[in-house]
């Protein structure tokens, strides 16, 4: 079912541990199990299967259960063993895995959406089942009950979400490239606030509550590190990388073909100015500079190592600034493109060829195993301690 790979001599990329196949249709979400040798994935088959490293060295399933649907995603709480599962006609079902991993135990169904679940998120400490689906509508549910606690309406589909438990906080990511915040009581919600910074849709979300910062990533190529607490966005501009996962000061992201591991720093606030911070030339919308200067106004532009507003001619050139999050080439003042160093233009990122196309990825930090799903209808295990470490 699966051939084991013998890991290769350590070296500064990941290495390939296994490939888990045997799915017919694309795995759309699967997780490492925690403190054991194995594997959970739903897919577009209907299936839910168990994988678990046998003594061959292959991976084999210990539980296979066809659901009613196909299956779009998938929750899974380690210290309670139970798996929600959403599936494509709206319903989340909800199990209880055996402490083998040999069986699992049907719990109860929720009704929770009229059309395919895009997210689940089981919150323990509050017994709550947060969803969002194809029909637009964030939802959570009692898990002890069953009942429908609440829901709101996103202005897009979800295809994002996240959930802080100290202070309630739910953050939904959507297609239009809209981050919503909301606060959850029992029984009602009240929008927070909502962050807009990508061109595209936001196609993963991953919260850091330790650090108290939101990562989003997009389908415009882009990561962008929040600073709820500050309430303001970091963009780290890792091209083509959509899928996000974080540890430590490092980020794992992943695209539709390789894997990245990139250090990230704070880049500097943006400065709000009428005229440009370099040559004192007014920008257009600046009527009075322009009509006492007799001068035609000039667009506003960034540098991304400074933040000063700065007009076209005083940032003519480009550069990489890979410790601030720019693997590629973008806009910085003339000043700050002669004092950036050799050194400072040396990349911090490194690319991976993954050899398939990634729908989804989970990364086990007590190992430093990550997991990545295609459209291939295959699992690779990855050891990325030689990139992380």
Not at 39 to 47: K, L, P, Q, Y
Request: hydrophobic share 35%.
């Amino acid at each position: 079912m699966a051939a084991e790979i013998q890991p290769k001599p350590l070296t500064r990329k990941p290495v390939l541990l296994q490939r888990v196949e045997g799915s017919q249709e694309v795995v759309n979400m699967a997780v490492i199990v925690p403190k054991e040798e194995g594997v959970i994935s739903v897919s577009e088959d209907r299936t839910v299967r168990v994988w678990l490293k046998r003594d061959s060295g292959q991976y084999w399933p210990s539980i296979y259960q066809v659901m009613p649907s196909p299956c779009s995603c998938m929750s899974f709480n380690p210290e309670t063993r139970r798996l929600s599962i959403g599936l494509d006609n709206g319903t989340i079902s909800e199990f209880i895995l055996s402490e083998d991993y040999n069986k699992m135990t049907p719990v109860k169904n929720y009704q929770a959406h009229q059309s395919r679940v895009t997210m689940i998120l089981f919150v323990l400490e509050l017994e709550w089942v947060l969803s969002t689906g194809q029909d637009k509508q964030f939802a959570w549910h009692c898990s002890e009950s069953g009942q429908r606690l609440g829901g709101y309406r996103t202005s897009a589909v979800a295809s994002g979400l996240q959930f802080d438990v100290e202070t309630r906080h739910v953050f939904i990511g959507d297609q239009s490239g809209q981050v919503t915040i909301l606060k959850l009581e029992q029984d009602s919600c009240t929008l927070v606030t909502t962050f807009r910074g990508h061109t595209g849709g936001v196609t993963a979300l991953c919260w850091d509550p330790v650090q108290r910062v939101l990562f989003s990533g997009s389908s415009d190529h882009s990561v962008i590190m929040w600073d709820i607490g500050g309430r303001k966005g970091t963009a780290i501009e890792l091209q083509g990388h959509n899928f996000i996962t974080v540890n430590g000061s490092v980020v794992l992201t992943a695209s539709h073909c390789d894997l990245l591991c990139a250090l990230f720093h704070q880049t500097p606030e943006w400065l709000d100015s009428d005229s440009c911070q370099k040559c004192n030339q007014p920008f257009f919308w600046n009527f009075k500079q322009m009509w006492d200067n007799k001068k035609i106004g000039l667009r506003q532009h960034h540098c991304r190592k400074c933040g000063k507003a700065v007009c076209g001619k005083c940032s003519s050139k480009r550069s990489s600034i890979p410790l601030m999050g720019f693997e590629f080439e973008v806009r910085v003042c003339d000043s700050c493109h002669e004092a950036i160093t050799d050194e400072e233009r040396a990349p911090t990122a490194t690319f991976h060829d993954s050899k398939h196309n990634i729908v989804h990825v989970h990364f086990d930090a007590t190992r430093g195993w990550l997991l990545t799903s295609g459209t291939d209808k295959v699992i690779k295990l990855w050891d990325m301690t030689p990139v992380v470490s």
